[in-house]
C-alpha cells in the first residue's frame, strides 16, 4: 500500500532497496548498535527512492516489519507493524526477503539438535509468537550417529504456550522449570521417522511420563489415539 499522495506503484527496485536498508539496521539492533532512521530514510531519498516522500518510506518500512511479524520474525521496534496492509504488497515483500539473509536468523532457525532446540524455544517463547507458525510438512533430515530431524523451535514453543504449562496428556502441571518456564516436551503425534509432520497439528506437550508413555508403554497406541480426543487441534496424518 502507497500513501494518499503517491498513487504511483513502487517498482521491484525501489522495494528491494527498502528492505535492504530495512535489513540493515535490523542487523545493527539486533547487535546493539545504534542508528537513525531519519539519517537512512534520506539516503534512500537521495538514492533509489528520489521519487518517495520521507513519509513513504517510513510507511514502506512499516510494511515491512508487518511482514516479519507475520512471518514470527524479527523486526526493528522503531517501526511498528503497519496496519491493512494489502495482500499484494505483504507478497512481494515475502518475496524478495526469501532472496535475502535475516540478521541473526541463527536464533530463529530450525536446528536437530535437542538442547539448542528447547534453548530457542525458550526465547521465543518469552518474546510472544504472536502469529501461528506455518511449520514444515517435510523436516530436513541430517545423519549424524544417529538419524535426527531439523525442527523448528516455533512449532515448540506455539505449542508450549498453548499448553501454559499444563501436560495435554495428564492435565497434570509441568514437574520443573526450565530457563524459568515450566518444562514439557513436545511429542509429535506421528512420529517425524514416520513422516509425520513438524506443525501443531501433529505436536502436543508432554511432561515427561507421559511422553515416554507415547514411545515405551504397553497401550503407547491406545494413549496416542486418546491424544486426538484430548487436544482439539490435533489432525490425523
Same mark, same amino acid.
Given at each position: 500500500m502507497d500513501t494518499p499522495k503517491e498513487k504511483s506503484g513502487w517498482s521491484d527496485r525501489?522495494?528491494?532497496?527498502?528492505?535492504?536498508?530495512?535489513? +540493515?539496521? !535490523?542487523?545493527?539492533?539486533?547487535?546493539?548498535?545504534?542508528?537513525?532512521?531519519?539519517?537512512?530514510n534520506q539516503l534512500l531519498r537521495d538514492g533509489p527512492l528520489s521519487k518517495r516522500s520521507a513519509s513513504s518510506v517510513e510507511y514502506r518500512m512499516q510494511n515491512i516489519s508487518a511482514v516479519l511479524e507475520q512471518m514470527s520474525l524479527p523486526r526493528i521496534s522503531g517501526y511498528m507493524p503497519a496496519k491493512n496492509i494489502g495482500a499484494g504488497v505483504a507478497q512481494r515483500i515475502r518475496k524478495v526477503l526469501a532472496s535475502k539473509v535475516m540478521p541473526s536468523a541463527g536464533e530463529f532457525a530450525p536446528t536437530s539438535d535437542q538442547r539448542t532446540l528447547i534453548s530457542r524455544a525458550s526465547n521465543l517463547q518469552k +518474546?510472544? !509468537?504472536k502469529v501461528e507458525p506455518l511449520g514444515n510438512p517435510n523436516p530436513q533430515q541430517v545423519?549424524?550417529?544417529?538419524?535426527?530431524?531439523?525442527?523448528?523451535?516455533?512449532?515448540?514453543?506455539?505449542?508450549?504456550?498453548?499448553?501454559?504449562?499444563?501436560?495435554?496428556?495428564?492435565?497434570?502441571?509441568a514437574p520443573f522449570e526450565v530457563d524459568g518456564l515450566p518444562f514439557l516436551e513436545v511429542h509429535h503425534v506421528k512420529h517425524l521417522a514416520q513422516q509425520g509432520s513438524d506443525s501443531i497439528t501433529n505436536a502436543v506437550a508432554l511432561c515427561p511420563n507421559c511422553h515416554r508413555r507415547c514411545h515405551l508403554a504397553s497401550d503407547k497406541e491406545a494413549f496416542t489415539l486418546s491424544l486426538y480426543g484430548k487436544v482439539s487441534r490435533l489432525v490425523a496424518e
Open positions: 525501489e522495494l528491494e532497496a527498502s528492505i535492504d536498508a530495512y535489513l +540493515k539496521m !535490523l542487523d545493527r539492533e539486533l547487535n546493539g548498535q545504534t542508528f537513525k532512521k531519519s539519517i537512512e +518474546k510472544g !509468537l545423519s549424524t550417529t544417529t538419524t535426527s530431524y531439523v525442527r523448528d523451535p516455533k512449532i515448540r514453543a506455539w505449542v508450549a504456550e498453548l499448553a501454559k504449562g499444563v501436560c495435554e496428556g495428564c492435565g497434570q502441571k
